[in-house]
């Protein structure tokens, strides 16, 4: 059971560790998405970048340190359930894909941590 836990968050640290570098390097594509469709203004991407990066290093500690894994795959639950209704707030279904598939991930995450503590 640990060893699926593992995988599922070091998956999804990679995958926040990385959206949060295309939010601070401003990629034109994120930018597009989550500024243009969505209307997230580009002076919170730092402060979307921190989250990720705090949930992305709190989850991969929680490994070791059960509490804070539980609360930081938590707070990336809310973090994806959030981006997911940003994206539902505007009608952009196309681009649902992107916060869906690391709030999956950080569902069983989070549902694995509460299970072997």
């Given at each position: 059971m640990f060893i699926v836990l593992a995988i599922a968050t070091v998956?999804?640290?990679?995958?926040?560790?990385?959206?949060?570098?295309?939010?601070?390097?401003?990629?034109?594509?994120?930018?597009?998405?989550i500024g243009g469709t969505v209307g997230v203004p580009d002076r919170y991407f730092p402060v979307l970048a921190a989250l990720e990066l705090a949930g992305a290093a709190g989850i991969l500690i929680g490994l070791w340190l059960a509490p804070l894994g539980i609360a930081a795959a938590a707070g990336l639950v809310a973090y994806f359930l959030g981006a997911m209704?940003?994206?539902?707030?505007?009608?952009?279904?196309?681009?649902?894909?992107?916060?869906?598939v690391p709030l999956a991930l950080a569902i069983a995450g989070l549902v694995r941590r509460l299970a072997t503590s």
């Open positions: 998956l999804l640290a990679v995958m926040a560790a990385g959206s949060a570098a295309k939010q601070l390097q401003k990629d034109p594509q994120v930018v597009d998405v209704l940003g994206h539902l707030r505007v009608g952009d279904t196309k681009g649902l894909a992107m916060p869906l």
